[in-house]
């Protein structure tokens, strides 16, 4: 069983990498990935060959997830949603969920 892990694109703030990573929760940033301003579909791409769930508030990820259903998952987050519920779906989705449970699916919060 593989612990999820999470990678967050540009539209969503570090402070939830940080919040996470206080509970030793796995998650990379788009500048620590050196992919700031790089399209979606780097980004996109990034979170699969790295086998993360892709965290966003940008529904453009949402297109390319309805063309590659064998992605590692996606959290879409509307631009509303406050720091503190994304990071207890991200609590709730590793503890509930494996990394194979979130292939293909996308949870919105």
Do not use: N
């Amino acid at each position: 069983m593989t612990e999820i892990r999470f990678h967050l694109d540009e539209s969503v703030t570090s402070k939830v990498a940080r919040a996470l990573r206080v509970q030793k929760i796995d998650v990379t940033t788009t500048p620590e990935a050196g992919l700031r301003s790089r399209p979606d579909e780097s980004q996109f791409e990034y979170a699969q060959r790295e086998r993360r769930v892709l965290i966003t508030r940008d529904s453009d990820f949402l297109r390319l997830a309805s063309k590659e259903w064998d992605h590692f998952g996606i959290l879409y987050c509307s631009p509303e949603t406050p720091i503190g519920e994304i990071v207890l779906a991200c609590l709730m989705l590793q503890s509930s969920l494996t990394q194979e449970d979130m292939r293909g699916r996308v949870e919105y919060i």
